[in-house]
Structures are given as C-alpha cells and as structure tokens.
C-alpha cells in the first residue's frame, strides 16, 4: 500500500514522504491515527504544502542541530505553574508548557512534537527533558518547576 505521512513516524519516515507499508498497517494503525494519507496524484501536491511547512520549522542539518544543542544544555529553564499545599500541581506540565519556557527563558523556537518528558509532572522540582532535535542529536536539559505565586 502506497501511503503519504502526514507526521514523523519512527522507523518508516518524516512528514511528507511517500512510503509503502504493509495493507494492515496503513489501513489498521496509519490512516485512523492520522499519520498518513492515501497516496493519489491529488494528494501528491498536499507534499510540497507538507514539506514547506516542515522545513520553515525544522532544524537544517546536523551542524545546526548541535548548536542549537549547545544553546539549550546552557539554559536555566523555570517554569511557573499553579500548586496548592506540599508543592502538588493542579494537573500537570505539558511539552506546550515547556517549549512556550524555553522560549521566554531566551532560547530557540522548538516543536513540542519532539520534546520528551519524564511521565506525569505534577509536582514542583527539578526535571530532566529531552528534546529530539536532528535524527543523531538530541539535547537533554533540566527544568526547574516552581509554584506561581
């Protein structure tokens, strides 16, 4: 089966590739999902709309990536967020609440797609995040989650 990524999917390729997968694993798993379409000669121009977007957001290349890298390992990230008593979270901290710190703490634009944090932060202290930047590099940084006043 002949498919087109609508997202980054591990293993099989980025947005806006055009791949062939299994019948049972386009029709069962990739399309209801929404991370891919049917391929057509329709859907074919949807790519070039797909990948101007991926590459207005994505990091360039390796080189870029590292840099990048650098930049974020040497932030103080601090991220407020409502707590009641003893420190506990009213929810928890989501990977849209990280990206939107590390850009008001001075550092660069990231998709919070590829940000990966630890399970369920719902308390305050520190925390260790990933962020996948490039295929080979990824940056590890720690962000400090303190209570709003």
Known sequence: MKIILTQEVS?????????????????????????????????????????????????RDRGHATEVKAQLEGLSVKLSVRAGTGGRLYGSVTPAEVVA???????????KRRVELPPHIKSTGDYPVQVKLHPEVSAAFKVSVVAAK
Request: glycine share 14%; hydrophobic share 40%; proline share 3%.
């Open 101 to 111: 710190a590390v850009k008001s703490a001075g550092g660069p634009d990231l998709d």
């Open 11 to 59: 293993g099989l390729g980025a947005a806006g590739d055009i791949v062939e997968v299994k019948a049972g694993y386009g029709r069962n798993y990739l399309l209801p999902q929404s991370l891919a379409i049917r391929w057509s000669t329709g859907a074919e121009k949807q790519i070039v709309v797909i990948k101007r977007a991926r590459s207005a957001r994505e990091i």
